[in-house]
C-alpha cells in the first residue's frame, strides 16, 4: 500500500477538526450544526440566490412593492417628527427622536419590500458571481422599477402630509423642522454623507442570514446609526425633499439634483462600490462560479 503524503495528513487532519469532537450524540451534532453561523461563503450564496430571485421577478410585482416601500419607508421620517414634536429641546433628546428613523426600515426589511439601497448589495451579488451581458441587463431593470416605485411611494406620502390629510397642524409642522435638516447640505456634502449610509443599508442584508431571530434589533441598530450620523439614504430622505418642494421651500431642480440624485449617487457607491465589492472579494477566490447566470 502507497504511503500516504504529508499533504495527505495535512488534509485529512484539517477535515477532522473541521467536524465535531468524539463523544457528542447525533442530536448535540445537529444542535452544533444549527447554532454555529455560516461562513462568509454561505451567507454569499444565500444573498446571491435572494438577488437572482429578485432580478427574476415580473415589472409589476417590482413596481407594486418599490411603491409600497416608498409609503412604508415614509414612516420613518414621520416617527422621527412625531417624537421630536413631543421632546423638549434638550441635547438628549435626538437620541430618542432618532429611534424612530428605524420604523419604516423595519416594515420595509421585515416585509421583504423592494427597497432601492437593498438591492445596491443583494442584486449586484448575482452580476459579480457571474458577470454577463443578461445579468447587467437584469440589473438596470431591477435598479430603475424599484428606484422610481420607491420615489412615487414617498411623494403619495410627502403629498398627502402637505395637504394635511394623514396629519394635523401640529404633526405637519414638526415633520417640515425635521426635514429642513437636509436643506443645510449642498450636493457634494449629500454625497458623501450617502456613502456610509449604503454601505450601512447594505450590511444589514448581508448580516440577516445569520442573525436567527435578531433581525429586528440589527435593523434597528444599523439603522439607528443612520439618523444619529445624520447620513443621507436617499429613498427616507426623498419624502423630506418632495415636502419641501411641495411647501415651496426649496425648486424642483435642488429637490431633484440636489438632495436626491446626491444621494443615490453615494448610496450606490457605498453599497454597491464598496460594500459589494468588498463582500464578494472576500469569497471570490473560494466560490466555483460556473453555473447557470
Known sequence: MAARSDGDDAQAKAAHED????????????????????????????????GDEELGRPLASLLFSGFAA????????????FLHARLPDAPWAE??????YSVGFVIVILGNLQLFTEN???AVLPLATHPTARNFGRLLRLWAAVFLANLAG????????????IVGPEQHSAVLE?????????PLTTLMLGMPAGFLVASIAWILPNAKGSEFWVIVMITYVIALGGFSHVVAGSGEAWLLWLQGETGLSTALGGLILPSLAGNIIGGTGLFAVLAHGQVAGEIDPEGDA
Open 120 to 122: 445596491t448589495v443583494t
Open 95 to 100: 437620541l430618542v427622536s432618532s429611534l424612530g
Open 178 to 186: 425635521v426635514s429642513r435638516a437636509v436643506l443645510k447640505h449642498d
Open 19 to 50: 467536524e465535531p469532537v468524539e463523544g457528542l450524540s447525533e442530536t448535540e451534532e445537529d444542535t452544533v450544526d444549527d447554532l454555529r453561523p455560516g461562513s462568509a461563503k454561505v451567507v454569499h450564496e444565500v444573498i446571491r440566490l435572494q
Open 154 to 165: 414617498t411623494l403619495f406620502v410627502a403629498f398627502l402630509v402637505w395637504g394635511q390629510i
Open 70 to 81: 416608498g409609503v412604508a419607508i415614509s414612516a420613518s421620517v414621520l416617527a422621527e417628527a
